[in-house]
């Protein structure tokens, strides 16, 4: 009998696979398939760490003093007996045998399903024995760091997608390569950063359906629906028979959008409307120009500084990234944002104070975003000098996450001047930048009088807006119902900011430049509802570029702005439907 388990769908498309269950812990090891053939040099490799790390345990027990506890010595005799327990020894090898998971992935494959087996264990003692078998596999995990596999395999027979309890964005970026056809996890909220980069990977997903890592096992048959939220296990033949037409169809439905790459981005009535594409790395250019982008309009920088640990990108590695992006943009505009890091894009470091865990009651409303820069001008400058620096290769924006304080506005700038003093005195070239603010707290929009008035241009950050309007913490699943992009304070906050920056025109000379880099940009749904509240430029995964494209293409400004008017106008959800639904057409 098939189980079905609801959650919220932050990534469209089905996907149906085997299931890969893995803790949250372990999703940071390298993930790939080995070339098939090159399974038994992989085993190799496994061997090799199981010697290493048994010559260091040897070497500890020799360097016991003499008057160490008994204890000690017994403690590392049952690490040497792991260390060749055929759970450990034999089926990780068969890990890489049967499946052509690399040694790593192997390794805390079988790590999860042996304490799964220890979790079940009634004798407090032997559950506790876990400890140990994590230890012995974190000493053949450092001891793999040192030698090199060879990616490169391809997946054979049936798709895999992947169960997680949590599954952190950076740990979501090595997912690139494709390995997982789908991802289902526990925990997380629509606009979360894990739920953000599954939309980028452009996979199906589903995030907060609570017990999945609980209730799937390894290697039942999922079917996951990102388009319903939906979560099936052990499907009968005939779900999986119709949910592999749905599969095709939305295939088909794709490749008949890509017929609109080339397509101007104007409406019916003749409005132009700029379409730029959200990426998190300069590989992600190539998805960009794919999808006909314009532009960048948002590029995270952050995820240049994750997983770093105490070996943060300097001067130059940011610089090669950004004149990366630049060039390959060819000309387009690209808006590279400083680093956002905190809340749930820890820097990940591991005892350099800039600690993975999120230790603070409130990590939303810390130290992050512009505040972490500001905390730290030295690191701040490293970023900005080479921002200026990538600015002589093409047109280069520069936009400053989560503003709310003038004094915040005032030190961004000075340190903007600083590096540019210091680059000029270096006799470095440097080029012209544009200087924009996110708005993403609602005090931003009631400061915008005095932001207009120093900045270039204007980003919308909805995720973050509806999180601090609403005070929800959009990571949240068990608020997630109330994470809401259409409150009517929400449509508001983001109706006078679109108009503020147009008014801008009256007393500035200039209307100023305004677009939203949020998820609501990205939704084909809101189009309409953007259009006509007066926003021409949209920022959002390269991946949605085409179904936004769609329906710019069958709009009309003109008769959507009264009918926005009137959405703007209630505040009960019943009017509030019928209005949003006029402006559906
Ligand atoms: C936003 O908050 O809408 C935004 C684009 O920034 P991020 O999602 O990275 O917080
Ligand atoms: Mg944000």
């Not at 300097?314 to 060039?327: I, K, L, M, N």
């Amino acid at each position: 009998m098939a189980l079905q388990m609801f959650g919220i769908p932050v990534s469209r498309g089905v996907a149906i696979g085997r299931a890969v269950l893995m803790s949250s812990a372990r999703l940071d090891v390298a993930h790939y398939f080995v070339e098939r053939g090159r399974e038994e040099a992989e085993v190799d490799r496994l061997r090799a760490a199981r010697a290493a790390v048994r010559s260091e345990l040897q070497a500890l027990q020799a360097e016991l003093p003499a008057d160490a506890p008994a204890e000690m010595a017994a403690f590392i005799d049952v690490h040497k007996m792991l260390l060749d327990d055929p759970q450990i020894a034999r089926e990780t090898a068969n890990w890489v045998r049967r499946r052509r998971y690399n040694a790593e992935w192997a390794l805390t494959a079988q790590l999860d399903v042996i304490a799964r087996s220890f979790d079940e264990m009634d004798d407090a003692y032997l559950r506790e024995r876990k400890a140990d078998v994590e230890q012995v596999v974190e000493r053949l995990l450092r001891a793999l760091r040192g030698t090199q596999g060879l990616p490169g395999g391809t997946q054979n027979g049936e798709d895999l997608v992947l169960v997680a309890h949590d599954i952190a964005p950076a740990d979501m970026m090595q997912f690139k390569q494709g390995v997982f056809r789908g991802f289902v996890t526990d925990i997380g909220g629509k606009t979360s950063h894990t739920a953000i980069v599954a939309r980028s990977l452009d996979i199906p997903a589903v995030v907060g359906v609570r017990e999945a890592s609980r209730l799937v096992r390894h290697d039942d048959r999922v079917i996951i629906d990102g388009d319903h939220g939906l979560v099936i296990v052990d499907p009968s033949p005939a779900i999986v028979e119709d949910y592999l037409r749905r599969k095709h169809d939305s295939e088909q439905s794709r490749q008949r959008l890509q017929q609109l790459r080339d397509t101007p981005a104007r409406t019916l009535d003749g409005q132009q409307v700029e379409l730029l594409a959200n990426i998190e790395l300069p590989e992600d250019c190539r998805a960009a120009l794919g999808s006909g982008a314009a532009g960048i309009g948002l590029f995270r920088t952050e995820f240049l500084f994750m997983k770093r640990a105490r070996d943060l990108p300097d001067e130059q590695e940011q610089f090669d990234a950004y004149r990366g992006v630049v060039q390959a943009m060819g000309g387009r505009p690209v808006t590279i944002r400083t680093i956002d890091i905190g809340a749930d894009k820890p820097f990940d470091g591991e005892g350099d104070g800039r600690d993975g865990e999120i230790t603070h009651l409130n990590p939303a409303l810390g130290l992050r975003a512009i505040r972490y820069s500001l905390s730290d001008p030295a690191m701040f400058r490293v970023q900005l000098r080479a921002l200026l620096r990538a600015a002589a290769f093409g047109p280069l924006r520069i936009l400053v996450p989560m503003l709310a304080h003038s004094r915040e506005l005032h030190q961004t700038f000075e340190q903007l001047e600083l590096a540019r003093a210091e680059l000029r005195a270096a006799g470095t070239e440097v080029g012209p930048v544009e200087v924009g603010a996110m708005i993403e707290v609602p005090g931003a929009v009631l400061m915008l009088p005095l932001f207009l008035r120093y900045f270039d241009f204007i980003s919308i950050g909805t995720n973050d807006l509806v999180q601090y309007t609403l005070a929800i913490d959009r990571a949240d699943e068990s608020v997630a119902d109330l994470y809401d992009p259409l409150h009517p304070a929400v449509l508001q906050l983001l109706s006078q900011t679109i108009a503020q920056c147009h008014a801008a025109r009256q007393w500035k000379g200039r209307a100023v430049h305004v677009s939203v880099c949020g998820e609501m940009a990205g939704d084909p749904q809101l189009t309409r509802l953007l259009l006509g509240l007066g926003l021409r430029s949209f920022s959002m995964h390269p991946a949605q570029l085409l179904s936004v494209k769609q329906e710019v293409l069958r709009a009309d400004c003109a008769r959507l702005a009264p009918l926005a008017q009137a959405v703007l106008a209630e505040f009960e959800p019943q009017p509030q439907a019928r209005a949003l639904a006029a402006l559906a057409g």
